[in-house]
């Protein structure tokens, strides 16, 4: 049974950062691309950031580009967001996501986390 189990969520102010971390389990092979998405409230439910299974290849959302990195450690089964220069509009739910394929992860991840809560007061 998968499990992607997210934490580091919290409230912070406009111009702060917060550090995501999403725990995989279960997955039969370290070659699953993994991703964050977020949905904030009233509104479709988007893309933040993905990265393939090696590291080497990185998406970003042009939304949070420049302010938010993406990495992962295969050792511990562990994929990060790191969170910068955070903005209100940045509230919003934070979903961790796998899939084999990094490009499919954009459109339609194999498993979802059940995410964790980001605030940011302004």
């Known amino acids: 049974q998968v499990q992607l189990v997210e934490s580091g969520g919290g409230l912070v102010q406009a111009g702060g950062s917060l550090r995501l971390s999403c725990a995989a389990s279960?997955?039969?092979?370290?070659?699953?691309?993994m991703g964050w998405f977020r949905q904030a409230p009233g509104k479709q439910r988007e893309f933040v950031a993905a990265?393939?299974?090696?590291?080497?290849?990185?998406i970003v959302a042009d939304s949070v580009k420049g302010r938010f990195t993406i990495s992962r450690d295969n050792a511990k089964n562990t994929v990060s967001l790191q969170m910068n220069s955070l903005k209100p509009e940045d509230t919003a739910v934070y979903y961790c996501?796998?899939?084999?394929?990094?490009?499919?992860?954009?459109?339609?991840?194999?498993?979802w986390g059940q995410g964790t809560q980001v605030a940011v007061s302004s």
């Open positions: 996501a796998a899939d084999h394929d990094l490009v499919e992860l954009r459109k339609s991840p194999d498993y």
């Open positions: 990265i393939s299974w090696s590291g080497g290849s990185t």
């Open positions: 279960g997955l039969t092979s370290s070659s699953y691309a």
